[in-house]
């Protein structure tokens, strides 16, 4: 028997697509699942299937499918909530997913939409009409992918120049996405991990970007960020809003923004310091944090040495130098190296 003319259609829009698309049914019913598999399967597609929340997660997760098909309502993880962990990872926050729902109420379908959904049907499922809404968001998210490697490219070209990047969500401040380089650097100077996203770096987003979104208002760069790691500093540029406003959250904040981090040292600063007094490194480290107003104390406990080994070279620094207390010390070291002195 020759095959159907509208399945030989459908098979022929699986290829144009891709040529390998992976689905993924997620349903509690086997019976449900069995009719969909069997159309999708016939069509070309690759078919994977899970029977709950928690298998779908680990699936997606595993398997990465080109779309997700969701049943809203399951015993334990509703389909609901499998949507909204699936968009909070950042590894399968891209696939579509589209839910399988017999709940035909406005509030519930918003429901869907809101918890990460790019579309819906309702049941009893009619295969052809699933395939046709999936054909249109394979699409999309194609075009989107092929965008997000041109932009991950353009971003590990910065991590080769010294420049991290990442961009933080606006509507809950996770961190989406970042660069190898800038997951060292977190790592360093705040001791977080993605998706957290460092206090400081959050509150100066959250300060700025009332002033950013006003309209009318001329784009101008905000106030840098800049976390200090000893004579290392860490300096946060918020660079620009990326994604789609389709990303928006009801109340208008939407899309995620891109920051470009650059880690710079005060070593120029030590050598200065060492060159210009005759000092040792170790002196002129502690030097370093004495024009910074570090107490003996506190420079021990950066340096990693006890407060009595601090004092004993501050008093060769005295001898050096020609002074007599730290408060001299320190004006005669911001007065001659100009790199002490506070940046504006």
Not at 212 to 241: C, D, K, V, Y
Not at 265 to 276: C, H, N, P
Request: glycine residues 8%; proline residues 7%; charged residues 25%.
């Amino acid at each position: 028997m020759n095959p159907e003319p509208e399945l030989l259609q459908d098979k022929e829009r699986a290829r144009r697509v891709g040529d390998a698309v992976v689905v993924l049914i997620v349903d509690d019913v086997p019976d449900n699942v069995a009719p969909l598999h069997d159309a999708l399967d016939a069509a070309g597609y690759t078919v994977l299937v899970a029977l709950d929340g928690e298998s779908a997660l680990r699936r997606a997760r595993q398997a990465r499918p080109d779309v997700i098909l969701l049943d809203a309502v399951m015993p334990g993880l509703d389909g609901f909530e499998v949507a909204r962990r699936l968009k909070a990872d950042g590894v399968t926050a891209h696939i579509p997913i589209i839910f399988m729902t017999g709940l035909t109420e406005t509030e519930h379908l918003v429901a869907a939409l809101d918890a990460g959904g790019t579309d819906y049907v309702t049941k009893p499922i009619k295969p052809r009409e699933v395939i046709a809404r999936m054909g249109v968001h394979l699409r999309s998210a194609r075009h989107a992918r092929d965008g997000a490697v041109e932009r991950e490219q353009a971003r590990n070209a910065l991590d080769a120049l010294g420049y991290a990047t990442i961009t933080v969500r606006e509507r809950d401040g996770r961190l989406m996405w970042q660069t190898p380089l800038a997951r060292e650097l977190l790592q360093r100077y705040c001791g977080t991990q993605a998706p957290e996203t460092p206090e400081p770096v959050l509150q100066w987003l959250r300060r700025h970007l009332p002033d950013l979104q006003q309209p009318g208002r001329p784009a101008q760069e905000p106030p840098r960020l800049t976390l200090e790691s000893g004579p290392r500093r860490l300096t946060f540029r918020l660079h620009l809003q990326v994604g789609d406003p389709e990303d928006a959250s009801p109340n208008g904040e939407g899309g995620d923004w891109l920051i470009v981090m650059q880690e710079t040292s005060d070593a120029s600063v030590l050598e200065a310091l060492a060159q210009t007094f005759g000092l040792t490194a170790r002196e002129a480290e502690v030097l370093y944090w004495v024009a910074k107003g570090k107490i003996n104390r506190d420079i021990g406990d950066i340096l990693g040495a006890s407060p009595a080994t601090v004092k004993k070279h501050l008093e060769r620094i005295h001898a050096k130098m020609g002074v007599e207390t730290r408060t001299a010390a320190a004006a005669m070291a911001i007065n001659r190296v100009p790199l002490l002195q506070p940046r504006g």
